[in-house]
């Protein structure tokens, strides 16, 4: 696609509620992240996919929160049982890799959990 | 731990008058380092990159920075502000060494007055 593109772009849920929400990265992209960016905060690192391995799973906050990606392109971050503390803009950007390249970012998910 | 560090979470200056933004890395390999855009409700977008050579780098809107490897530093200059540079401005880092990621600072919002 001519960008990445994040669904939904808004999202309320219940607490408790399981959410999914999805990253469609540029194609060709090889790498893919997420981050999680709270009102007034930066920019926190959740995850990072190099095809379809994720090297680095540290920023995951929880165990409620789980990525995959397959077939090295649509990418999936779930959070189960939601919290209130969940509620922030989520990210998700890609790039061709190996560092040198800059990120593309999509517009994020803006989730609220009531 | 190898992170990104933005000096001072609020920048207000003058139209017409210098932007700094400071921005210090810590890696004991030098990253590639980026600096970023994020105007109100809009996504993030690339202003500027340092991966190799010339340490001074010139980016969009007449913004540049430098990577200074003596004071691990990538600061982000323009010489004279506009009313539009008003936005959130984000420090990366690709880290090369260890676990390969992009990490970002906190964010700097920077305010203009007429």
């Known amino acids: 696609g001519a960008g990445v593109s994040q669904s939904p772009s808004n999202k309320v ?8 929400l999805r990253c469609d990265p540029i194609s060709g ?10 009102l007034g905060q930066g920019l926190e690192f959740l995850i990072y996919f190099q095809g379809n391995s994720a090297p680095d799973k540290s920023g995951l906050p929880s165990d409620r929160f789980s990525a995959e990606r397959t077939g090295g392109s649509v990418s999936t971050l779930t959070i189960q049982r ?8 989520y990210l998700c950007a890609s790039s061709l890799g190996q560092g040198r390249t800059e990120a593309f970012f999509g517009q994020g998910t803006r989730l609220t959990v009531v | 731990a190898q992170s990104v560090t933005q000096l001072g979470s ?14 210090n890395y810590s890696s004991s390999v030098p990253p590639y380092l980026f600096w970023y855009v994020q105007y109100p409700n809009q996504g993030l977008q690339l202003l500027l ?13 007449g913004f540049e920075a430098e990577f200074k490897k ?5 600061h982000l200059t323009k010489p004279s502000a506009h009313m539009s540079d008003a936005a959130e401005y984000f420090c ?16 700097t919002r920077l305010t203009i007055n007429p």
């Open chain 1, 13 to 20: 849920t219940e607490k408790g509620k399981d959410v999914e």
């Open chain 2, 10 to 23: 609020h920048v207000s200056v003058s139209e017409g008058a210098l932007v700094l933004l400071r921005c």
């Open chain 2, 49 to 61: 990159k340092y991966t190799t050579g010339a340490t001074l780098v010139k980016g969009i809107n």
């Open chain 1, 29 to 38: 992209h090889t790498a893919l992240y997420w981050y999680r960016q709270s």
């Open chain 2, 70 to 74: 003596s004071e691990t530093s990538f």
């Open chain 2, 92 to 107: 990366a880092a690709f880290l090369i060494q260890g676990a390969q990621k992009l990490v970002f600072g906190q964010g």
């Open chain 1, 82 to 89: 939601t919290q209130q503390e969940d509620s922030a803009v």
